[in-house]
């Protein structure tokens, strides 16, 4: 099981809790720009049920989301509510809004 504690370990959950049936035909990128204890820039890509993802920037991403490193990862693990995050300022979004609302419908739920 992955380390939800930090930024890498939050990377592979989303690995684990993936749900390819679910990005079926979806082609989207997002680059994440993370601030706080654990600053830098990752990119998450989703092709037709697929997902990958490696640490740098997105060579044109669909969205970007900035966001603390703290507060990424307590939305993670069900401690922040990312719509509560987004509507106080704490993650913000560049780019494909819609995109970002659909994320959270390609991985199973924090258990």
């Given amino acids: 099981m992955a ?3 930090t930024i890498p370990g939050s990377f592979e ?7 390819p049936a679910k990005a079926t035909g979806v082609n989207k ?3 994440f720009d993370f601030t706080g204890a654990e600053a830098g820039t990752w990119t998450l890509t989703v092709r ?3 997902l990958s993802y490696h640490q740098g920037p997105a060579e044109n991403p ?7 490193s703290e507060d990424w990862l307590k939305i993670l693990r069900g401690e922040l509510n990312g719509m509560t995050a987004f509507t106080t300022g704490k993650l913000k979004v560049k780019g494909d809004m819609m995109l970002v609302a659909q994320f959270q419908t390609w991985f199973q739920p924090p258990s």
């Avoid at 959950?13 to 749900?19: D, I, K, R, S, V």
């Avoid at 669909?62 to 603390?68: G, R």
């Fill in 29 to 31: 990128t997002v680059q």
């Fill in 3 to 5: 380390d939800m504690t």
């Fill in 13 to 19: 959950g989303l690995q684990e809790a993936f749900l």
């Fill in 62 to 68: 669909n969205a970007t989301v900035t966001v603390d």
């Fill in 48 to 50: 037709d049920g697929t």
